[in-house]
């Protein structure tokens, strides 16, 4: 949809410091990958066994969704302009080209799938301010999806101060990858369903359930990030690197809401391995991979 709205109040978020670690892939072997879905490809594996639902998620439109049948993305060609995160315009002016290729990306998919897409209203602040799902910025969040008005939301310099001022583009493309993926899963309902399924059940089955929904994110993030790889020049070094940015958006302490670095890395890693989205189906996945 172009250039978004810059919100240009002021200045200031505490952001999440980032670490390093090692990419975990081995559990997605092609010979032992896939636990079976009826309709479309599936996820990671859980040894071959059947397996029930670990929740009660209320439909089909986590399970079995439209989303899942289509096949790969494709081939995304896009490129990103030069990155100075010391430069606020130059990182608006990145995220805003990316954001423009997740536009082209996941409309033609949905277009595939003969479901309706509209492309998320961006909103890019500089400081404090407010969104239909709260005010922002918030300890640790640099960026965010508001699913009630379809609002990608990111904080133009918190993203650099939480990516521990990264000079590696490919940082910033899994961020708004990620955060695309929600809006992505508000486009199939699935955010709708997830909502309804978490109204009302304990804390323990809602956190498992917010796991689901965000390991979802980040696989269809990596289904993104694997199409349009070569035409960012992603390669092993940027996969790597990537891997190491999802590891730091996992739980650590007393969180348990977006699944372990361990998990966090797979489901990433499978959809850019995958590069289809029916890959992506956390909501039938066994229990010891969304933990």
Known sequence: MGL??????????????????????????????????????AGPADGGGEHQRAVSTGGDMLGDNPLYRIGELGEVTCEAPELDPEDPESVEGFVHEIADCLDRAWSAYFAS??????????????????????????????????????????GVEDIVEASAGSDRPEAYTFLLSHEYGHHVQGQSRILAEFHEARAGVDRETADELTRRNELQANCLGGVFLGASGPGLGHGGAERENILDDVGLRSDRGGDHTHGSARN????????????????????????????
């Open 4 to 41: 978004g709205v810059s919100l240009t109040l002021g200045t200031g978020l505490a952001a999440v410091a980032f670490t390093g670690f090692l990419a975990f892939s081995a559990m997605l072997s092609s010979s032992d990958a896939a636990w079976s879905h009826p309709v479309a490809s």
């Open 113 to 154: 799938a003969g479901m309706e897409f509209s492309s998320p209203n961006r909103v890019y602040w500089y400081s404090a301010g407010h969104s239909p799902c709260g005010a922002f910025p918030t300890q640790g969040t640099a960026a965010f999806y508001c699913q009630a008005n379809q609002g990608l939301y990111l």
């Open 264 to 291: 966090g890395r797979l489901w990433t890693a499978h959809g850019m391995d995958r590069v289809d989205p029916g890959a992506c189906n956390t909501w039938d996945a066994p229990e010891d991979l969304v933990e």
